[in-house]
């Protein structure tokens, strides 16, 4: 399933770590609002990778599903590039 991960972090280097934990898993839209095509094993493993890096109290991760009838009505406009799947994954 596609998900659509957006984060507010207020430290520079917890979003740092973010960032790249969410390259590991996706693809960047813009600069806090990541595309990843996940699985439940996978979605799993990213949301404890997440959590571990976070100050409750100060960040925020948002998780949004996407289903594949919402995916084919996405529209972008600009210089905004749609992820397909990849024809594998390098973990």
Known sequence: MKWIICYDI????RRQRIAEA???????????IFDCELDSVLLEKLHRRLAGGIENTEDKIVFLPLCAACESRVLALGAAHLQSDPEFYVL
């Open 10 to 13: 207020a430290d520079d280097r």
């Open 22 to 32: 969410l390259l590991d898993f996706g693809a960047r839209i813009q600069e806090s």
